[in-house]
């Protein structure tokens, strides 16, 4: 574990995995909670938990380093299940870099669970780990994915929430919500939840 | 009962509504957003009597105009601007009476970037996880201010103003950011790290309410890997592949993937939001505090 300063608020704890770091996310939480730590933003991403709104940082950082960090626990709440078409324009490029037929490319998807790692990019949009291949981004990055594209880039799998630009390949669509600000919670998807795909209708 | 609405006749360049922002949500991907010069925003609201939390308009170089559907109070703040209310020049800075019907119109500012137009009763748009505030990275909030826009008001706070006046700020001739290294410091060479902070650099024209681009010497990255998505404060010098720094401003993204080579002071980013493209910029390395 590193941890490196940011600012005079913040903290950038840095660790080994993914796995790690989601185990680090879960404690800190637990120790938000608990009232052991003050932190106005706790947010996970890739290899790194950023706490910030810090009132002393430095002495936080100090005592951080000795804390225990036992693996991320499964979290209490049901899997969010999301229903996918696996209709996506770019089921045959995935086929083609794992080398399966593209109706696998389907069926190892539906068959991993999930666990969202962190958010980003735009508010609901989950960076999910769990899927046991990896596949590059797309050489040309679409001007615009259609909101509900079930997507993979890298090890992580995610759903646009809203049409935007974006470099992942397409391989389903999903009628789930990922974000309504008027829901609560607006986000379908937040840091530690489990999901799963269900695949539905013809191919 | 009283027509308690804003008409936007003019909307400007860019207007939209600001309060103090969503904080708090950036795990799930939501960014900060909130006025870029909050002291000005916080100082209209005390003109006209609103709560500090109450939304007011942002715009962007060249003003826009308005017209209460009944009576106001208005104030007008931020970057220096010629204020006319019904074509007769109007007293930038105080607190503004403004008819129902009459145009308050705010100019092209002399200085600064941003300016800010309170009115009596804050504007009562719907709230987006607890913030008016539009958010131009995300989308959240409304929509920047269009011609024709009619924005509901909320009931008068009836708060008193504690101040009449506010101090009319010096144009800033010079923006100077105070910094403290890192977290990704290390992924420069040691030239790059005194480049930064010895070289002046301007503010480019690029810039917006997600980051104060500017222009100057590239810095050199002594790690060329590419940095997994990290989370990122408000004030992270991030630095792209151009090599020229960019400040995170209130509608930064909340994970970014270039390293941040330093963090400026958030006590000087109003100063940064009213720096007007070509301005100097001069990174000044501090000692950490806490």
């Known amino acids: ?203 | 009962m009283t027509d308690r609405a804003l008409v936007v006749v003019r909307a400007g360049a860019l207007t939209t509504l600001q309060d103090r922002g969503r904080p708090g949500h950036a795990h799930l991907g939501v960014p900060r957003s909130g006025a870029l010069d909050a002291p000005a925003a916080a100082l209209v609201n005390r003109l006209v009597g609103n709560h500090a939390d109450a939304a007011v308009l942002e715009t962007t170089l060249d003003g826009c105009a308005v017209r209460p559907r009944s009576a106001v109070t208005m104030a007008v703040g931020g970057a220096p601007c010629p204020v006319t209310l019904d074509g007769r020049p109007a007293a930038w800075g105080t607190q503004l009476w403004v008819p129902g019907g009459a145009l308050l119109d705010l100019g092209p500012a002399r200085s600064g970037v941003r300016s800010y137009l309170a009115v009596s009763g804050g504007v009562a748009v719907e709230r987006v996880l607890g913030s008016r505030s539009t958010d131009l990275l995300s989308g959240l909030g409304p929509a920047p201010l269009t011609d024709g826009t009619v924005l509901p008001l909320g009931p008068p706070a009836m708060v008193h103003a504690r101040v009449d006046v506010v101090p009319h700020p010096a144009p800033p001739t010079e923006l100077v950011l105070r910094v403290t290294p890192g977290p990704r410091d290390d992924w420069f060479t040691a030239a790059a790290l005194r480049t930064f902070t010895t070289h002046p650099y301007t503010v480019s024209s690029a810039s917006n309410r997600i980051g104060l681009r500017t222009e100057g010497p590239a810095l050199e990255r002594a790690v060329t890997g590419e940095l997994p998505s990290e989370g990122m404060v408000l004030g992270a010098v991030q630095v792209p592949p151009d090599g020229r720094p960019v400040v995170f401003l209130a509608d930064h993204p909340t994970t970014g993937g270039y390293p941040v080579i330093a963090v400026a002071d958030p006590a000087d980013l109003s100063a940064a939001a009213q720096a007007a493209p070509g301005t100097p910029v001069r990174f000044v390395a501090v000692r950490r505090r806490g």
Do not use: K, N
């Open chain 1, 1 to 203: 574990m590193r941890v490196l300063p940011a600012g005079d608020r913040a903290l950038l704890i840095e660790v080994a995995s993914g796995e790690e770091a989601q185990a680090l996310h879960a404690e800190l939480l637990r120790r938000r909670a608990s009232g052991e730590l003050t932190a106005a933003e706790i947010v996970p991403a890739a290899r790194t938990v950023l706490l910030d709104g810090l009132d002393a940082p430095a002495r936080l950082a100090e005592r951080l380093v000795s804390w225990e960090v036992p693996p991320a626990p499964p979290r209490a709440e049901d899997v969010v299940e999301m229903r996918v078409r696996y209709d996506g324009p770019d089921l045959a490029d995935v086929a083609a870099h794992w080398g399966v037929a593209p109706d696998e490319v389907a069926r190892i998807h539906a068959a991993a669970e999930f666990r969202v790692a962190f958010c980003g990019f735009a508010p609901g949009f989950g960076y999910l780990t769990g899927l046991p291949r990896e596949v590059p981004r797309r050489a040309t990055p679409r001007t615009a994915v259609p909101a509900g594209s079930v997507a993979l880039a890298g090890p992580y799998t995610g759903v646009y929430p809203r049409s935007s630009p974006g470099g992942w390949q397409l391989i389903g669509t999903t009628d789930a919500v990922l974000w309504d600000h008027t829901r609560e919670p607006a986000a379908l998807l937040t840091p530690g939840t489990r999901v799963r795909f269900v695949p539905v209708g013809a191919p």
